[in-house]
């Protein structure tokens, strides 16, 4: 992680130190504050996704198709 930023959360809108999302979790706005950062490792780690809008920006076909029918774990 780097030196967090002082400025707004681009997930909740909080000013206050702030942090770059990792290049490794795809398309994710930033910079996040510790809280979203945090969610987005811990679902990133958990082969899962934050919420909708981060599963349609970065979840496969597959993985949004299986959340359809039902077949998701």
Do not use: I
Not at 7 to 29: K, L, N, Q
Not at 40 to 57: G, I, K, M, S
Request: contains cysteine; glycine residues 6%; negative net charge.
């Amino acid at each position: 992680m780097t030196q967090p930023l002082k400025a707004p959360c681009a997930r909740c809108g909080r000013t206050g130190p702030a942090f770059p999302p990792e290049p490794a979790w795809g398309r994710v706005d930033g910079p996040l504050c510790s809280r979203d950062w945090q969610a987005f490792a811990e679902a990133r780690a958990n082969n899962t996704y934050v919420d909708w809008n981060d599963a349609f920006d970065n979840a496969s076909d597959d993985e949004l198709e299986a959340n359809f029918d039902g077949s998701a774990r």
